[in-house]
């Protein structure tokens, strides 16, 4: 039973998308697939029905604000367009109350050969509004849009940018009950971003809030509760910090065991070997802080690189060197055991030798490792060196730019002097 002080409500919702044929070939495949079993190759028919969404089960409250977070194709979209009444429930009972404000393709229903200002009647009329509704607002919404000065120039000739804050202008003046959000905070550049999360914060205060984002920063920022979907249904209902180390464990695990499957028997395409092979560097492995092999990582965990030799012949001094590199190419650090000066001790025949990164500052992305090991610190002529000898990847968990995470602390200055009055000393 529906209860007063909900907003929406989902009772056992599926959504089912019907592939249709794409040409008379693929229909005519898809019929002896039903009647024969496959066409006639060997294969099996190829699927017909798409579960979006499967036996949903939620309820919002009004006032309050839920982020949907998940991988590409797990169904948030297709959540908010069933919340919007763009499609309908293949199955179930889903009740909304109150109106419905989406910000989910911003600018939908622009006609490029119109003007701005045209635009912003023809996209208000879209999105409910009506026409004495929009001459109340119109001052504000070119205001927020900072576009006055192309208000008469066709919409084809903005940019992607000033398309987006045009739609974005225009949705966050629609007086809605339930506002429905799809990654709509990252448009445009930095500073009307920040204008963009001073209004969302606004429209929080007077309505509901369905968010859909990848940046989780900005779920955990502005929601109070997380939805997490994979595969259409729903894994995790409750606080942002735990739906998103819920969602976070899972998309290291899919990460993990595609990079397994994946992970090539011999040396990476396009990666290199060299060296006179007295000491041969037989394998590379990348280990958590417990000693468990992993790929995926995130910023500030422990990360140990362990090294699997074999001697081959006599050597002089031996010394180990590892280098970290972005997927692009650029070295992030490199280091070896002479100029850290750890004493090399050699098994008989063969042995291992860890490198340790505690608190690992990299950022998102993939990272590639040179091992290698050579005497003294003569790289001129190595024993060995494999280029690309290991793969990771770190995922984000923190919206830092550049490489590295650094640990830093904002604090707020005291008020700055007039210009021309100097400070008194006593």
Known sequence: MRSSGVAIQFEDVSKCYVRRPRTLKDALSRLLCRFGGNNGSGAPAPPEEIWAVRNADFAVARGETVGIIGNNGAGKSTVLKLIAGITSPTSGRLTVTGRVASLIELGAGFNLDLAGRDNI??????????????DRHFDDIVAFSGLAEFLDVPVKYYSSGMYARLGFSIAAH???????????????????RRQCLKKFEELKASATVCFVSHDLHAIKRVCTRVLW???????????????????????????????????????????????SGEIEVTAVDILDAQGRARSVFRTFEDLVVRMHYQVNGPVHEPMFGM????????????????????????????????????????????????????????????????DRAGKFVVQPVQPDEGLIGLDHQWSTAGPVPEAGVLEKRP
């Open 121 to 134: 009647y023809l996209n208000g009329a879209v999105l409910g509004l009506s026409r004495q509704e929009v």
């Open 323 to 386: 280098n970290i590199y972005s997927d692009d190419g650029v070295c992030i650090h490199g280091t070896n055991t002479v100029i850290k000066a750890v004493p090399v001790r050699l098994a008989e025949r063969a042995g291992t030798i860890d490198v340790r990164y505690p608190r690992l500052p990299l950022l998102a992305g993939t990272y590639w490792l040179r091992a290698g090991v050579t005497s003294g610190n003569n790289w001129n002529a190595p024993y060995d060196v494999r």
């Open 174 to 192: 629609v007086k809605a009950d339930v506002i429905l959000t799809d990654e709509v905070l990252a448009v445009g550049d930095a500073p009307f």
């Open 229 to 275: 979907l994979k595969n259409g249904r729903i894994q995790f209902d409750g606080a942002p910090e735990p739906a998103i180390e819920a969602y976070l464990g899972s998309v290291e695990q899919d990460r993990e065991r595609n990079l397994r499957e994946a992970r090539p028997l011999q040396t990476e395409p396009g990666a290199g070997r060299w060296g």
